[in-house]
Nanobody
Framework: QVQLVESGGGLVQAGGSLTLSCAASGITFGRLRMGWFRQAPGKEREFVALIGWNGGSRYYADSVKGRFTISRDNAKNTVYLQMNSLKPEDTSVYYC??????????????????WGQGTQVTVSS
């Protein structure tokens, strides 16, 4: 049974930083493309970042480019999202997602096979 467990969310002031972690179990982590999505109340789930199976490919939403960094440690079965210069509009529930296949439309949530339960990030102004 595949499990993705996020941690690291919390309350931070604007301009601050947080690092989210997502630990995977039940599957060979190195097979997975790992992504982060977020969903604010009343809004659709939106793509944040993706990292390829070996970390060589990384993609970001325009809204977070230059502020967020996705990374992975295959030895620890964990993917990270380092978030700097946080803004109030970054406030959301952040979800870790894992995909087995390679798709060009990697920003489509339907392209992912497994999801974590989410972790709340709140940025105060």
């Amino acid at each position: 049974q595949v499990q993705l467990v996020e941690s690291g969310g919390g309350l931070v002031q604007a301009g601050g930083s947080l690092t989210l972690s997502c630990a995977a179990s039940g599957i060979t982590f190195g097979r997975l493309r790992m992504g982060w999505f977020r969903q604010a109340p009343g809004k659709e789930r939106e793509f944040v970042a993706l990292i390829g199976w070996n970390g060589g490919s990384r993609y970001y939403a325009d809204s977070v480019k230059g502020r967020f960094t996705i990374s992975r440690d295959n030895a620890k079965n964990t993917v990270y999202l380092q978030m700097n210069s946080l803004k109030p509009e970054d406030t959301s529930v952040y979800y870790c997602a894992a995909g087995l296949q390679v798709y060009s439309d990697y920003n489509d949530a339907r392209r992912y096979d497994f999801w974590g339960q989410g972790t709340q990030v709140t940025v105060s102004s």
